[in-house]
């Protein structure tokens, strides 16, 4: 059993900047990949932003030069650093991770947390 804990999403004014956090804890023999997606008010589903377990990263092209993510390993959490956020990235955003326990590999989902972006 492997919960997902996510953090970080609110109301934030265009041009702002949010940080989400999303920590893994249970049965966790190693995490490979993390990501995060969003669903948007029009209900699409899309990739922001993953990264593997070597650190390499790949974003859609709509938050490109704006938003960051990264990971520690050590406490199992991965991070959306978003910036220059405009309204268009208003969305839930849900976290993604793949999880090794023992021999088992499972994909896990968070939550969910609500990002709006307006004046």
């Known amino acids: 059993q492997v919960q997902l804990v996510e953090s970080g999403g609110g109301l934030v004014q265009p041009g702002g900047s949010l940080r989400l956090s999303c920590t893994a804890s249970?049965?966790?023999?190693?995490?490979?990949?993390m990501g995060w997606y969003r669903r948007t008010p029009g209900n699409q589903h899309e990739l922001v932003a993953k990264i593997s377990n070597g650190g390499s990263t790949e974003f859609a092209d709509s938050v490109k030069g704006r938003f960051t993510i990264s990971r520690d390993n050590a406490e199992n959490t991965v991070y959306l650093q978003m910036n220059s956020l405009k309204p268009e990235d208003t969305a839930v955003y849900l976290c993604n991770v793949g999880v090794v326990e023992n021999i088992w590999y499972k994909i896990y989902w968070g939550q969910g947390t609500q990002v709006t972006v307006s004046s």
């Open positions: 249970g049965s966790i023999f190693s995490i490979d990949a």
